[in-house]
């Protein structure tokens, strides 16, 4: 389909152009916002290439919007979480400085392991899901999972003959956050599974996990692999 090119649009025709060609090139913030940027615009006295530069930030602000929300829902968090909603005041030895360095996601960019340990209640969760969400949003690949699930997906896809597939698909994402690690008995064979999951990311893509203390101690399987 070719748009008619005319000079000397009516406003109204304009419009109708306007809309017609952003259906074809698939633009639809431009679409839906052009005309309070024009009249902005307008307002402003913006030059033509300041309006133009105004419409194609808008469109390109709202597409990396929308792909960090794929990238958050394909993460697979089971509830919202972020970091402007933890409550440092009741963790005091939580370091803000520290988790706003670990924000930043350097620390997936090279590759490197993170650990979360705590007693239960501590939020250790909450700052799991709201890192790896900070991770989702500056476009890095994450998967949530909670231990008992990975463990369980693992030992089936081993029975089905399907493991090595099942552990390349954990390992391709950039960040794999196993959540509740110190709440699950692991026997021979699961810490077995989940050890070949870690050892696959080693030095390759980050894994972020929350480790349950008691009384200040890590808890340890009580059957881990010897």
């Known amino acids: 389909m070719t748009l008619p090119r005319q000079r000397g649009l009516t406003e109204q025709a304009a419009d109708a152009a306007i809309d017609t060609a952003c ?5 639809p913030t431009i679409r839906s916002e052009f005309p309070e940027i024009a009249n902005a615009a307008v307002k402003d006295q913006l030059t033509y290439r300041g309006f133009l530069a105004e ?4 469109e390109c602000d709202d597409r990396a919007r929308r792909r960090s929300e794929r990238r958050i829902k394909a993460a697979g968090f089971p509830r919202e979480k972020s970091l402007r909603t933890f409550d440092f005041a009741a963790n005091p ?3 803000p400085a520290t988790i706003n360095t670990l924000a930043n996601c350097e620390w997936i960019k090279k590759s490197q392991p993170l650990c979360l340990i705590g007693d239960s209640g501590t939020g250790k969760s909450h ?5 790896g969400t900070e991770a989702a949003m500056k ?5 949530y999972t909670l231990a008992t699930k990975l463990v369980n997906e693992l030992v089936e896809a081993a029975d089905e003959k399907q493991l090595n597939k099942t552990i390349a698909r954990y390992g391709r994402v950039d960040l794999l956050c196993i959540d509740e690690l110190g709440y699950m008995e692991l026997d021979r064979r699961g810490a077995e599974l989940l050890f070949q999951v870690l050892t ?3 030095e390759k ?3 972020a996990i929350d480790r ?3 009384n200040g101690t890590i808890a340890e399987e009580s059957s881990k692999a010897s």
């Open 212 to 214: 349950l203390t008691f």
């Open 23 to 27: 259906r074809m090139l698939r633009l």
């Open 93 to 95: 030895n939580i370091d």
């Open 55 to 58: 419409l194609l930030m808008a």
């Open 139 to 143: 476009g890095y690949r994450v998967r």
């Open 205 to 207: 893509n980050s894994v």
């Open 127 to 131: 700052m799991l899901i709201a890192l």
């Open 200 to 202: 696959e990311r080693e």
